[in-house]
């Protein structure tokens, strides 16, 4: 049984940091495509960072050179390094994966298990 769960996510004032994790079991970690997703009230869910099982990175354009998505296979875990928070990060944040063999991209559909969430909350 796949499970994600995801840690990390709190209140924190603009300009600061969080580091957000995500403890992957019930399949093999290290084969698939692993990726951030973010959904604000009244807003549609969103891509936020992706890493392939090669280890290659994609981020929106929103979030480059501010936010670090990593992987431990060895440790099954999925982190998302967050600096310099802006209000309009604020949202809750899951953790996806998608199966082997596609391609590895931040479009929702292309992820077949999801995380609970976790909040992030950025104020000005």
């Known amino acids: 049984q796949v499970q994600l769960v995801e840690s990390g996510g709190g209140s924190v004032q603009a300009g600061g940091s969080l580091r957000l994790s995500c403890a992957a079991s019930?399949?093999?970690?290290?084969?698939?495509?692993m990726g951030w997703f973010r959904q604000a009230p009244g807003k549609e869910r969103e891509g936020v960072a992706r890493i392939g099982s090669d280890g290659s990175t994609g981020y929106r354009s929103s979030v480059k050179g501010r936010f670090t998505i990593s992987r431990d296979n060895a440790k099954n875990t999925l982190d998302l390094q967050m600096n310099s928070l802006k209000p309009e990060d604020t949202a809750m944040y899951y953790c996806a994966a998608g199966v082997p063999g596609r391609t590895c991209a931040l479009v929702s559909r292309l992820f077949d298990y999801w995380g609970q969430g976790t909040q992030v909350t950025v104020s000005s």
């Open positions: 019930g399949y093999t970690f290290g084969s698939y495509c």
